[in-house]
């Protein structure tokens, strides 16, 4: 079974560009959620989408950052314009019950 | 407001010594507690939850609600133990799934 995947890898883009993160979650799990971890921080919950509702997103940063999940399959998370402080591990986690599986994470560099 | 504390950001300790990797957290209400591991090059997966009170490649935890902690314990450390260790809570009903991580302890276990 594939497990839940992100795309891409790794983004480097200059300060005030736009940048799509995708994840595709594990399939038939309701519950995808985003995290991220920058720079000498913990691992933050940015938000969290039941099917295709945001449940809770009381940990996006500001209106830079948008999600949607289309048709409650794959998500995307969208920074525009992008700022330095931006740069981190961006992760993405499905889940069906308790357990959250997550993605390898996209590392965003914004320079 | 919900916290997780590891205080060792590094810990070092030699194959066959025991290892505990300490966690403390606050959280109003019946958490869910768990451990998160991160091996090199690879991503994040869950190594115990609190309710299945399960032992994994030889690591325990046990919930102390008094002391409010969550330590992690293996008798004997290998080197392949080697990675990077969240703690990590969550609520117990659906809107309060996610997760809040603490900073982490990189575990080096030496030849």
């Known amino acids: 079974e594939a497990g839940v995947t992100q795309f891409p890898s790794h983004s480097v883009i200059e300060k005030g560009q736009t940048v799509t993160l995708r994840c595709d979650p594990i399939?038939?799990?309701?519950?995808l959620y985003w995290y991220r971890r920058v720079m000498g921080k913990e691992i933050k919950f940015l938000l969290h989408?039941?099917?295709?509702?945001?449940?809770?997103e009381s940990g996006m940063p500001n209106n830079r950052f948008l999600a949607e999940r289309t048709g409650g399959t794959y998500s995307t998370l969208k920074v525009q314009p992008a700022e330095l402080e931006d740069s981190g591990v961006y992760f993405c986690?499905?889940?069906?019950?308790?357990?959250?599986?997550f993605g390898p994470g996209t590392r965003l560099t914004v320079t | 407001a919900q916290r997780v504390t590891q205080p060792e950001k590094l810990l070092s300790v030699f194959k066959g010594a025991p290892v505990e990797l300490k966690c403390n957290y606050s959280?109003?209400?019946?958490?869910?507690l768990f451990w998160y591991v991160q091996y090199s090059r690879q991503r994040l997966q869950l190594l115990l939850r609190?309710?299945s009170r399960e032992s994994i490649k030889g690591f325990t935890a046990d919930l102390n609600k008094g002391e409010t902690s969550f330590h992690l314990k293996k008798p004997f450390a290998q080197e392949e133990d080697s990675a990077m260790y969240y703690c990590?809570?969550?609520?117990?009903?659906?809107?309060?799934?996610?997760?809040?991580f603490g900073s982490g302890t990189q575990l080096t276990v030496l030849p």
């Open positions: 399939s038939g799990h309701d519950n």
């Open positions: 959280y109003s209400g019946s958490p869910e």
């Open positions: 986690a499905s889940s069906g019950g308790a357990e959250q599986y």
């Open positions: 990590a809570l969550s609520g117990l009903s659906g809107s309060a799934r996610q997760l809040t």
């Open positions: 989408f039941v099917k295709e509702s945001k449940q809770d």
């Open positions: 609190h309710i």
